[in-house]
């Protein structure tokens, strides 16, 4: 059980909101992946996650340090220095990695160390075989990981089971799975070309 208060589903949009605006008035000088839709989801799934457990995310990760617990004020001026797509607070037991798949094996290594791990990926992720390794020796050694598989459909902007096939049918039970609709944001940005 956690033993703080959650954000609640309108405190995540208006932070999103906050950085969506401030990327449009070009403050944000780098790439941002923003959240809308899965907030819900997101919610549910950190009641389940203790303080204590090690978080490994993606470059979309601002709604899991914020359920993870780091300081809203400290996120917002990490992504205002142009650090949204590699927030790490060690402190907190959260890392993300925007390299496509690239925290699989950093998250399995911790987990290996004995920590409770809960490592998030996207559908696109989800297709790839470091994935599938992952999961497999995650599987093989027993390790105290939990694999999240957030679905909203696309790889990046083509429709995943295009891509890949149909994806749903493999689901072993070391992973979770919930499927949402992109909100507002695209894949990249916030829909307003901003020029640095």
Not at 2 to 8: E, K, L, P, Q, V
Not at 38 to 60: C, G, H, M, Y
Not at 64 to 69: E, F, N, P
Request: hydrophobic letters at 40%.
């Amino acid at each position: 059980m956690r033993d703080h208060a959650i954000m609640t589903s309108a405190d995540l949009k208006a932070f999103e909101r906050e950085v969506a605006d401030a990327f449009e008035r070009g403050e944000i000088r780098g790439p941002i992946h923003l959240s809308d839709g899965n907030e819900d989801q997101l919610i549910k799934i950190f009641k389940d996650i203790p303080l204590s457990a090690w978080v490994f995310s993606t470059w979309r990760s601002h709604y899991h340090a914020l359920l993870h617990g780091v300081p809203r004020e400290r996120v917002m001026a990490d992504i205002l220095a142009g650090k949204s797509m590699f927030l790490h607070y060690p402190e907190h037991r959260f890392f993300t990695s925007a390299i496509v798949g690239g925290i699989l094996p950093i998250a399995c290594g911790v987990a290996a160390a004995g920590a409770e791990v809960w490592c998030f990926v996207g559908d696109m992720t989800f297709t790839i075989g470091a994935f599938h390794d992952a999961v497999h020796w995650a599987l093989g050694y027993d390790l105290p990981i939990q694999f999240v598989v957030e679905d909203n459909g696309l790889s990046t902007n083509t429709p995943t089971n295009e891509a890949w096939g149909d994806t749903d049918a493999i689901r072993p039970n070391k992973w979770r799975r919930y499927k949402y609709t992109r909100g507002a944001y695209p894949h990249v940005g916030s829909g307003k070309y901003v020029a640095f």
